[in-house]
């Protein structure tokens, strides 16, 4: 079955300096996948999605992601953090009916100034 | 343009209650998703749908009701509350293409607490 993980609960980073969020995947075949973000109160957007081509895909708000096939990673990385970064982190993948999306559990990331 | 909008934002409903949480889209989207969010779970689809008069079951369907009439509505029906329904509700659309579902937009949610 099509699903992805987030090992990481919750990720702290200092203010300027590069942040990393995990996320693995468990896909048959191609995969698609996307990074949704959560601030508080608020529903989730949409920040970047993988579908083919280039393995490093660059999204909203300075944000990009790497595809790595051999790791079955999509983690999502910023060069330089900041504090309005600090938000709820979602990875998810289209079930094989592409219908249907599966979440990960989520990565609540802190930038500490 | 709105987007996505949901109503109520927060509600309180005693056990064996029943209420309809609204979700309305001018995205012109065919696919509309509903979206129960707990702590530790990160987000489980309840019900979709790819267009008018087309509704499914996702993960989590049992205690809920959908139905989808027109491409900008789609009302998910809770038909006897329970506590375990305490959850914050989000609706989402996506366009729908070749039978894959694209990104999604998101409602800023029903906070809904059962007592």
């Known amino acids: 079955a099509q699903s992805v993980a987030q090992p990481e609960d919750q990720v702290n980073v200092a203010e300027g300096n590069p942040l990393t969020v995990k996320c693995t995947y468990s896909v048959s075949g191609n995969p698609y996948l996307f990074w949704y973000v959560q601030y508080p109160n608020r529903g989730l957007q949409f920040l970047l999605k993988?579908?083919?081509?280039?393995?490093l895909v660059k999204g909203s708000y300075g944000f990009e992601a790497e595809f790595n096939k051999s790791q079955t990673s999509f983690h999502l990385k910023k060069p330089s953090a900041l504090v309005s970064d600090s938000a709820l982190y979602f990875c998810a993948v289209p079930l094989n009916t592409g219908n249907q999306f599966y979440f990960g559990t989520g990565t609540s990331l802190t930038v500490i100034p | 343009n709105a987007g996505v909008t949901q109503t109520p934002k927060f509600q309180v409903l005693k056990t064996g209650q029943s209420m309809t949480l609204q979700c309305a889209q001018d995205m012109n989207h065919e696919y509309m998703s509903w979206y129960r969010q707990d702590p530790g779970m990160g987000l489980r689809l309840i019900h979709y749908s790819v267009g008018a008069g087309i509704t499914d079951q996702g993960e989590v369907p049992n205690g809920y009701n959908v139905s989808r009439s027109t491409t900008e509505d789609f009302p998910l029906r809770l038909l006897s509350a329970a506590p375990s329904q305490t959850s914050v509700y989000f609706c989402?659309?996506?366009?729908?293409?070749?039978?894959?579902?694209?990104?999604?937009?998101f409602g800023p949610g029903t906070r809904l607490t059962v007592t």
């Open positions: 989402a659309t996506a366009k729908y293409s070749g039978g894959v579902s694209y990104e999604q937009y």
């Open positions: 993988y579908i083919t081509g280039d393995n």
